[in-house]
């Protein structure tokens, strides 16, 4: 049972353009979900995090939406630059206490490619 | 990430044949995790660690065991590899902080034949 999914395998965008990532959740319990950045041979990378009590989190060209209602969560790029070409994976958790393991469920990943 | 090491970075094993990679991290962090990346699957969480000796089971645990004498180092092994356990490992650590995010190892690419 998937609880966290990415339904476009793949995406392909020009440079300069917007790049828009989604993201569906099925779990309710989910309250904190961040996107990770991962280039072939290396491990995922932090890119950004949003928590349930907002709907929007912008860091420099990197933004994500939330909709709870219908637990959808979106990541835009803009402008998508080439070093942006990578796989983009969302993941989602229950907000923890200090002090208690973060156990992260991943999507299945998208692989963006910005073209020249 | 240099505060935090995988090796093997690549393995090719016999099936029935006992494999253990390890996870080591110079951070200190208290939170140690290991998952495997398929195709299909994303990032699935194998087992994890909150603490020496502290250790609980993830998604999918079936075949893996794991154990952490100290603090930098936790290993993950597999008792008796399968076809089925072909996979890219990542380990990940975080501390204590709340909503502290993950940083991962550069994986470990292992093949069952």
């Known amino acids: 049972d998937q609880q966290v999914k990415q339904n476009s395998p793949s995406l392909s965008v020009q440079e300069g353009r917007i790049s828009i990532l989604n993201c569906d959740y099925t779990n309710s319990m989910f309250d904190y979900f961040l996107w990770y950045k991962k280039y072939p041979a290396e491990g995922p990378t932090f890119l950004i995090s949003i928590s349930s009590i907002k709907d929007k989190n912008e860091d420099g060209r990197f933004t994500v939406f939330l909709n709870k209602s219908a637990k959808h969560l979106s990541l835009h790029i803009v402008p998508s630059q080439p070093g942006d070409s990578a796989v983009y994976f969302c993941a989602a958790t229950r907000d923890r206490n200090t002090g208690t393991a973060s156990k992260l469920t991943f999507g299945t990943g998208t692989r963006l490619q910005v073209t020249l | 990430d240099a505060g935090i090491t995988q090796s093997p970075r690549h393995k090719v094993t016999e099936t029935g044949t006992p494999v253990t990679l390890r996870c080591h991290q110079t951070?200190?962090?208290?939170?140690m995790y290991w998952y495997r990346q398929d195709p299909g699957h994303g990032l699935r969480l194998i087992h994890y660690?909150?603490?020496?000796?502290?250790?609980d089971k993830g998604e999918v645990s079936d075949g893996y065991s794991v154990s952490r004498s100290k603090t930098e180092d936790f290993l993950l092994t597999l008792e008796s590899a399968t076809s089925s356990q072909t996979s890219v490992y990542f380990c990940a650590i975080s501390g204590i902080r709340n909503r502290e995010p993950y940083t991962f190892g550069s994986g470990t690419r292992l093949t069952v034949v």
């Open positions: 660690s909150y603490g020496v000796k502290d250790t």
């Open positions: 951070e200190n962090h208290r939170y």
